[in-house]
């Protein structure tokens, strides 16, 4: 879908294209089982934005949300909700990116400085960080929408800090925090990511 016209003060998004889709059943039901009240928009990525591909439209759909609502959160399809996450509208800065840091990418790959996790994005507004993601995604698509947030701001702490606002890690627990043995205890969600997220998915189908 593309939204035209500001309708909501708060906003939840997700997308998926015929790769992804077999998802959504089992993210709207874990959505809305802990948070019946909230306005949810899925972008269908097989149509939004043909200019990009895959997870590149993301920025783009946030870009797109953010004209009709005050504030969006973007979640990926792979998130398991397992609470109520409408308090992460309190953390929200002005034109910032509200992100959990990644730390098992922090610790895995050779690169300087901390990476965050893209499954879960927080936006008030239209960050102007937000919109050269969005045309650095166009520009210069590089392995995933992640890979292209940490490239655009390299090694520097200061600068990713300019640009995005930590969150706490219960808004965006990784499985391979729970390998790591560093998950939070009862997170609100919880990110099945790569093809081994994907298995758990399908066995709660």
């Excluded at 019946?36 to 972008?43: E, G, I, S, T």
């Excluded at 606002?165 to 998950?183: G, M, V, W």
Aim: glycine share 6%; hydrophobic share 40%; proline share 5%.
């Amino acid at each position: 879908m593309q939204l035209s016209k500001k309708q909501f003060n708060k906003l939840y998004i997700t997308g998926a294209d015929k790769k992804t889709e077999w998802m959504l059943p089992w993210f709207e039901e874990n959505f809305t089982k802990h948070n019946p009240d909230a306005q949810l928009a899925v972008y269908e990525f097989d149509t939004f934005a043909p200019e990009l591909k895959g997870w590149f439209k993301k920025p783009a759909a946030m870009m797109d949300a953010s004209g009709i609502a005050d504030q969006v959160v973007w979640l990926d399809t792979d998130c398991e909700i397992a609470g109520r996450v409408d308090h992460i509208f309190d953390l929200s800065e002005p034109h910032k990116l509200g992100m959990v840091e990644d730390r098992p990418w922090t610790a895995r790959r050779n690169e300087l400085g901390k990476w965050y996790n893209s499954g879960v994005v927080l936006i008030e507004g239209t960050p102007k960080i937000l919109r050269d993601w969005a045309n650095e995604c166009l520009s210069n698509p590089v392995q995933g929408d992640q890979e292209v947030l940490y490239l655009m701001m390299g090694g520097d702490e200061i600068k990713k800090l300019s640009f995005i606002n930590p969150l706490p890690h219960t808004y965006n627990t990784l499985r391979l925090d729970y390998i790591d043995n560093i998950a939070v205890e009862n997170p609100r969600i919880i990110h099945h990511t790569g093809e081994k997220g994907n298995q758990v998915i399908r066995k709660q189908l």
